[in-house]
């Protein structure tokens, strides 16, 4: 294997260095992300529930962002009303939300 073909320019490094830190910024969640994945941990097959411990519905953005990353995914849509999703945590979703990865990232 050719040792030149396994070499970046400095701009390259840079870019790669740059989209690693991306990356591994989108990992953490933020406070509200780990607030709702924590809600899943104690419940039957990590289902999650569609509002807080305050009564107020979890924003979507927050819903849809779990998902997005893999944290979550749709389980069933709730038959009371078409727009709202149930959804349970994954593994990595399991993961993130039992040790917080760290720390929430802020808002």
Do not use: H
């Amino acid at each position: 294997m050719s040792g030149n073909n396994s070499k970046l320019s400095g701009k390259d490094r840079v870019t790669a260095a740059r989209l690693l830190r991306l990356a591994a910024r989108r990992q953490r969640p933020t406070a509200a992300q780990l607030a709702y994945l924590r809600r899943g941990l104690d419940e039957p097959e990590g289902r999650l529930p569609l509002f807080n411990g305050q009564g107020q519905r979890f924003n979507e953005r927050t819903i849809q962002s779990c998902i997005e990353q893999g944290w979550v995914e749709p389980w069933f849509d709730d038959p009371t009303d078409s727009d709202w999703t149930v959804c349970r945590l994954t593994s990595s979703g399991t993961a993130v939300a039992g040790n917080g990865n760290g720390r929430a990232k802020q808002a």
